[in-house]
């Protein structure tokens, strides 16, 4: 009986402990993986507008629309409290994250204020890709520079 | 030049290419660090003016070996014992009459060019990972330190502004402790100087 209770015991306090870990590992890989994806993206973008990569406009627009549906994922879930640099290893995100929470929603809304219609303006030609570029990464600035470990 | 302080001579400290420099770098990295805490976040004008700002570092650099006299590291970077000497009669209520750069002010001189070039050699390795403002060596570097090197700019902004303030705050202490003007030199070269 005394085995059983303190196996349910242990089992009631420790579960949540453990999967709160999983849960904000989980979140700091996804959100990792987020990151990537918004990078791969903009890496096309990136190198159509330097010319490294040769620019096609079917690609650049996939480009364009990709970050757009990315910027539209609600990324709070991705943030979730216990994951900040220090509470879980190689995350790089600054506690001011939750510190300022209304301030960190509205960087991520800039991203998709300026992600808006990028499928579309990347389209027409290679010069058209460095202003839609510029637009986006700006937004990737501005939030690293507050948010993110320098 | 009768009413000069004794044995003092008044004499032109500063050629005009240093002085020129001096106002440019004090003009453009006030502007880049300004820039560069509230400037756009597509930092294009922020690069143009750190390749400026290199280009004056480099000017300093040769004119540190074949500039004039007070402009040599040669002449005004002092061994230990002239810099302890100096210090101990920094606090004496008189002009300094240095014939340009003290013992004290050489360190705080070079500390800013070292702190520059720092902020140089950052910037140019940075990738803060925007796809837009990406210094031109970043690729050279690898990327974990790329990226390091923008934390280790935005430090080095903070050193640069500290030596900035030191500078500030040396003039005043000169102006109003010592009695000594130390701006004026820096616009007309002439300075009173004492020895040498």
Known sequence: MRLIALTATLATTLLPVLAHADAAEDALEARHGYMKMLALNMGTLSGMAKGEIAYDEAAASKAGSNIEALSGYAVADLFIEGTAMGEVDDSEALPAIWENPDQFAQKFAALSEAAAGAGEAVKGGQENVAPALQKLGGTCKDCHDDFRKK | ?196
């Open chain 2, 1 to 196: 030049m009768s009413a000069g302080p004794e044995h003092a001579r008044r004499v032109r400290v500063w050629d005009p290419a240093l002085r020129m420099f001096h106002w440019s770098l004090a003009a453009l990295v006030i502007a880049n660090i300004l820039l560069g805490k509230f400037g756009p976040n597509v930092m294009t004008l922020h690069f143009w003016l750190g390749y400026a700002i290199i280009a004056l570092l480099v000017f300093r650099l040769v004119w540190g070996f074949i500039g004039p006299e007070p402009a040599r590291f040669g002449s005004f970077l002092r061994g230990p014992s002239a810099i302890a000497d100096y210090g101990t009669h920094l606090f004496r209520r008189q002009p300094s009459h240095s014939h340009g750069h003290n013992p004290i002010g050489a360190i705080s001189a070079l500390a800013m060019l070292i702190a520059l070039g720092w902020q140089a050699v950052t910037g140019l390795m940075s990738d803060p990972e925007d796809f837009v403002n990406i210094g031109p060596l970043a690729d050279n570097v690898g990327s974990a330190t790329a990226k390091a090197a923008v934390g280790w700019h935005h430090a080095g902004a903070n050193l640069v502004l500290i030596l900035i303030g030191l500078h500030l705050a040396a003039i005043l202490f000169y102006r109003v402790w010592k009695n000594e003007d130390l701006i004026r030199p820096m616009i007309t070269g002439w300075k009173w100087v004492r020895g040498r």
